[in-house]
C-alpha cells in the first residue's frame, strides 16, 4: 500500500501531458553465454499504429529455481541517468504471494501479459516475449503515471542465483 502511495504521489509531482509514445530502441545484452543467450530481440513496426518488441532467451542450465529482475526507470539527459525507480523483484516471491507488492504489480504488468513466464518457479524452458505492443505500454504507463515528454529507457537486469545474467534495455520517446 506504501509504495502504490509513493507511486501515486511521484505520479503528481511528474504530472503533465504525454500525448505519444515510440519504441525508438531495445538492447538484449547476455552477460554469461554459458547460462542463457538470446535467439532474437527486435522492435518491429507493422505500420505507423502497430509496432511491437519481441525476444526469447534459451535457457542452458534448466531449471531456474532463484531468479531476480531489477527495473530502473532511466531519462536522458547527457546520457541516460536513473529517474524514478530502482527495484528489485524476487520472481519466485512474486509468483508464490497473491498479495503482491504494487510497485512490482505495475512494472511487471508492463510485459508479463505478453509472456510465457507468468507462472511460479522453476524455469525450464525458454523464455518468450511475444509482440509486446507499443499501444499496450502507452496505456500502461499513461494510465497511472503522466511522465513529462522525453527519452526514457526501462533497464533491466535478469539475474538468476544472484548472478546478474544478461540486460535488457527499452528505450522509449514520448513526445
Ligand atoms: C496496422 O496493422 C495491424 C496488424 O496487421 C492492423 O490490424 C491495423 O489495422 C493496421 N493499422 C493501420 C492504420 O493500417
Ligand atoms: C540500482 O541499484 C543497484 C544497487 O544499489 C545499483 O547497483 C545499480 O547501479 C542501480 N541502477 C541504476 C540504474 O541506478
Ligand atoms: C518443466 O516443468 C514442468 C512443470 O514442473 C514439467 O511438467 C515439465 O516436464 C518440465 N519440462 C522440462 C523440459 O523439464
Ligand atoms: C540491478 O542490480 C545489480 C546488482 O545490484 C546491478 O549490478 C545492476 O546494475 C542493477 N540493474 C539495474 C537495471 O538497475
Redesign the pocket.
Known amino acids: 500500500m506504501f509504495g502504490l502511495m509513493c507511486l501515486l504521489l511521484s505520479a503528481i509531482k511528474v504530472a503533465e501531458i504525454s500525448g505519444h509514445v515510440e519504441f525508438t530502441n531495445i538492447k538484449c545484452e547476455p552477460l554469461d553465454k554459458s547460462f542463457s543467450d538470446f535467439e532474437y530481440c527486435y522492435i518491429k513496426a507493422i505500420n505507423r499504429s502497430y509496432k511491437y518488441v519481441s525476444l526469447k532467451v534459451n535457457l542452458f542450465k534448466?531449471?531456474v529455481t532463484k531468479v531476480k529482475v531489477n527495473f530502473s526507470v532511466m531519462k536522458r539527459f547527457n546520457g541516460y541517468l536513473p529517474f524514478l525507480y530502482n527495484v528489485t523483484i524476487d520472481a519466485c516471491k512474486f509468483f508464490e504471494n497473491s498479495n503482491r507488492n504494487p510497485l512490482a504489480q505495475y512494472l511487471s504488468g508492463l510485459f508479463l501479459p505478453f509472456t510465457n513466464m507468468a507462472h511460479k518457479c522453476?524455469f525450464?524452458?525458454s523464455l518468450i516475449l511475444d509482440k509486446l505492443p507499443i499501444d499496450h505500454v502507452n496505456n500502461h504507463l499513461t494510465s497511472v503515471l503522466k511522465f513529462p515528454p522525453a527519452d526514457y529507457a526501462l533497464y533491466t537486469s535478469w539475474i538468476a542465483y544472484d548472478i546478474n545474467r544478461a540486460n535488457v534495455k527499452v528505450f522509449i520517446t514520448l513526445s
Open positions: 534448466i531449471p522453476p525450464n524452458h
